[in-house]
């Protein structure tokens, strides 16, 4: 068998084309296939998770540093930011059972979290929401002795601000926000925030906006040629202005139904985030998507433990499979969005590592906000006076 482990080669069943974006339904199918393949961990098709079905060495032993003795891991993350694979593989590899839930907002996630104690065991909000967590006390240490695959991120994703050394967080992928637009629709391409925030009579209806207070009132910012970073009232009023202008030609404020709604030639120009835009080329090649030439922001999610979540040592036996760059390599080519560990580049799709809209060069205008204290109070209220609560 050479020098590569049984649980090694397993990990080449990831490296196949990625089919269609991820359901349940495929999940089983992966899990069929995986069981046909005699992964490790799938002893004739026992259902990883009820504590009966490994074989392997590794899949029996108990992990260390869980509060409860489970062989669950729960995690919650966003919508559409997952392949069809990386679940059953793990799942079939550790015969830990995974219970997956998405949300679709920062402001969604932090509201759950501050609501009272959840079953979490890994949760992924955005980076700059870190030192909210932190200062809330929502988050615990990981324990970087069981994820040795730290050693395979890249430094920028090391040396940070928000959490330098990695102590609470693991980055998952990272990426921009930009605009997705229709060219046929539109008859012609877009290069401007302002086509978006004042959108064309003949678009009305067809346009939609992030329902994230960053994005929404950052990228407005931008187009307004103020400081991304502005906490200056007179500048927020101005972004509340354009925004309330724009209001009645755009259809929603959203942030998972737009992959789906410009695939279906319905939204014509949408905020959006780098790789959900492409996993909505790729049902509709009508669909582009734009870094404005205004600049824009760049934001890397990453992977957390909740303060007191059940299972911390499962989280750490993900985050540290999540690491590894056959894995990182299935993820980001099936999401199309930037991987933080380079080491998975050789294995992705070189139309997707040469891309510049997925990994911009150091010349395009990319801004990382950080939302704290009474910049978040403010921005919110912004928000809210455009959107609602
Ligand atoms: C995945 C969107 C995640 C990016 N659909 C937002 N930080």
Request: charge should be neutral.
């Amino acid at each position: 068998m050479g020098p590569y482990s049984r649980e090694d080669r397993d990990l080449n069943l990831l490296m196949e084309q990625p089919g269609r974006r991820v359901g349940r339904r495929s999940f089983l199918q992966v899990a069929r296939l995986l069981a046909a393949a005699g992964a490790a961990g799938y002893a004739g098709g026992t259902v990883a998770g009820r504590g009966d079905g490994g074989t392997a060495a590794a899949a029996a032993a108990p992990i260390p540093g869980n509060r409860r003795e489970e062989r669950l891991l729960n995690v919650y993350n966003w919508s559409d930011y997952i392949d069809d694979r990386t679940i059953p593989l793990f799942q079939a590899q550790t015969n830990l059972r995974i219970n997956y839930d998405v949300y679709s907002s920062n402001e969604d996630l932090l509201a759950k979290l501050r609501a009272g104690p959840t079953d979490y065991d890994i949760i992924v909000p955005t980076s700059d929401f870190i030192p909210t967590y932190r200062a809330l006390d929502l988050i615990e240490p990981i324990r970087q002795d069981l994820v040795p695959n730290l050693t395979n991120l890249d430094r920028e994703f090391v040396e940070t601000d928000y959490d330098p050394g990695n102590r609470y967080t693991v980055p998952w992928q990272w990426g921009t926000t930009g605009i997705g637009f229709n060219r046929r629709r539109l008859g012609g391409t877009v290069d401007s925030w302002g086509t978006l925030f004042e959108p064309p009579a003949g678009a009305k209806g067809r346009v939609s906006l992030l329902r994230e207070v960053t994005d929404l009132i950052g990228c407005a910012l931008i187009y307004l040629g103020k400081s991304p970073n502005s906490t200056r009232d007179g500048d927020l009023a101005e972004v509340v202005k354009l925004l309330k202008a724009a209001k009645p030609r755009v259809k929603r404020f959203t942030t998972d139904t737009y992959i789906d709604e410009l695939a279906a030639n319905e939204t014509w120009l949408a905020q959006g985030w780098s790789g959900d835009v492409f996993q909505a080329q790729d049902q509709n090649p009508d669909v582009s998507y734009v870094i404005p030439r205004e600049g824009s922001l760049r934001f890397v999610d990453v992977m957390c433990v909740p303060k007191g979540a059940p299972h911390p040592g499962n989280a750490a036996r993900f985050m540290n499979y999540a690491l590894h760059p056959k894995v990182q390599a299935r993820i980001s080519g099936y999401v199309s969005y930037g991987t933080p560990v380079s080491l998975a580049k050789p294995l992705l799709p070189e139309d997707q590592t040469s891309d510049p809209a997925i990994y911009p060069p150091a010349n395009i205008k990319l801004s990382i906000v950080t939302l704290t204290g009474q910049k978040l109070q403010k921005w919110r209220a912004a928000y809210e006076e455009v959107v609602g609560p």
